[in-house]
């Protein structure tokens, strides 16, 4: 028995023959009809655009109202070929018709091939696949602290992790543990011990965090979430060498800055740097399907043994056949070129802003943080009018703008979405 008076809005149709339930809305839009299940049905952790996507291809989105919009966010860089990327779709819908799931209990004919491509894009030995982002992040900690346990001979239990300020490595418990984001953190305690934090950019305080129990140094090459935020040209190279001495582990969290959005395959590579471990994700499952992992030489992620870690759907053969491809279309180089490119234009373009609602442009090649001057509004209100306009971006820390198309956006596209972004500004 379905109780329709808890649900006010809407009127309820059942198909008897196909046993379909349909919550049809009273008197309202498409858009409002989806957000009003939305708002009763959702756990309203995310507060969205009222923007309500019904399909996307390349760099747009086309909402239930047939509204096109230009994506200039790509899911915070899952979506770096574009959407529903013709390439990553076929080789899905292949894939789909094959064997989906077997769980790692077998081997598939589709894992070794992503990590062997994988390992040799990162120039290291082995992969641990894993779903999401946060996974790949929590992977790379045990990761650390086992290799600390094993392998540096820290006492069982006494292992610290350098981090940054203002990180932003996901959202599960322990890595909430050293977020600064009260937000994010606020009421979810106890949290987890064993990290310490040292601002970003800040070379020296690491090297003053660092001790003898001290296993990696996790570091996001540009702070995504805190606002695309580019580190010192020193600060990388000398957190490279600190890690070498220190004999701790350089763990670079590229899941948004790394697989082409700032220019190059890893953001590491403009300072070339190259970390002890990559934690990868978002666009690596081609904007289809989660896919992260881990990357690393066999003296570090060979610590892991039978029993000690896993996940069932993590390295699935659908995953699998998708990150593969991804990976082939990353050796060509062309979204690196493109993202470097147009990322020129981007920059060049919103810098000219500066002083007409713009305070700063951070950032590289497709990706940039633009800080808002405050008599033009907040950087979400700016964003609600620039939806209203066709173009979608994201706000974040109340200020700052957030610019970061699919790869696949065009020069003239650029042009378009910024001269949006001015006469939003001054709307
Ligand atoms: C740098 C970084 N690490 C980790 C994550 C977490 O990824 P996911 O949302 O897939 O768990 C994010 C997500 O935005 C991120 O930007």
């Not at 790949?136 to 001979?153: H, I, N, P």
């Not at 666009?283 to 996940?311: K, M, R, Y």
């Amino acid at each position: 028995m379905i109780d329709c008076a808890i649900r006010p809005f809407y009127r309820l149709f059942m198909t008897l023959d196909t046993a379909t339930v349909v919550f049809e809305p009273r008197g309202t839009t498409a858009t409002e009809a989806a957000i009003t299940i939305d708002d009763r049905y959702v756990a309203h952790n995310y507060s969205p655009l009222p923007v309500v996507a019904a399909s996307a291809d390349g760099a747009w989105i086309t909402d239930v109202e047939g509204r096109r919009y230009l994506d200039c966010l790509a899911a915070y860089s899952a979506v770096n070929f574009g959407h529903r990327n013709p390439e990553i779709t076929e080789v899905a819908h292949a894939q789909l018709d094959t064997v989906t799931l077997v769980s790692r209990a077998f081997h598939s004919d589709r894992l070794g091939s992503l990590c062997s491509a994988l390992a040799d894009l990162c120039g290291k030995d082995m992969v641990l696949p894993m779903n999401s982002g946060a996974e790949a992040v929590e992977s790379g900690l045990k990761v650390a602290r086992k290799w600390g346990t094993d392998v540096k001979g820290v006492a069982t239990d006494a292992a610290n992790i350098v981090v940054a300020h203002n990180n932003f490595h996901g959202r599960t418990t322990t890595i909430i543990s050293f977020s600064d984001d009260e937000a994010a953190r606020r009421g979810f305690g106890p949290y987890t011990p064993g990290f310490r934090a040292a601002p970003f950019g800040d070379a020296d305080a690491f090297a003053a965090a660092i001790d003898e129990n001290t296993v990696a140094v996790l570091i996001e090459p540009i702070q995504g979430e805190a606002g695309i935020v580019v580190p010192p040209d020193d600060f990388l190279p000398r957190l490279r060498s600190l890690c070498t001495e220190r004999n701790v582990l350089l763990i670079a969290d590229e899941i948004q800055s790394g697989l082409a959005r700032t220019g190059r395959t890893f953001a590491c590579e403009h300072w070339g740097v190259v970390p002890d471990v990559y934690l990868l994700g978002k666009a690596l499952g081609g904007g289809v399907v989660p896919l992260s992992a881990v990357v690393a030489d066999a003296d570090v992620l060979g610590v892991l043994h039978p029993g000690e870690h896993g996940s069932t759907f993590g390295g699935n053969p659908l995953a699998a056949a998708i990150g593969s491809t991804v990976v082939a279309m990353l050796r060509r180089g062309e979204f690196q070129c493109r993202s470097a490119e147009l990322g020129d234009r981007l920059h060049r373009r919103l810098r000219e802003l500066i002083g007409r609602g713009v305070v700063a442009v951070r950032g590289k090649g497709l990706w940039a943080g633009v800080d808002i001057d405050p008599a033009s509004g907040t950087a979400k209100s700016v964003s609600l009018r620039m939806a209203h306009r066709g173009v979608l971006v994201k706000d974040t820390h109340g200020s700052t703008l957030r610019f970061g198309p699919p790869l696949v956006i065009t020069a003239d596209e650029i042009d378009w979405a910024v001269e949006q972004f001015a006469a939003a500004l001054v709307e």
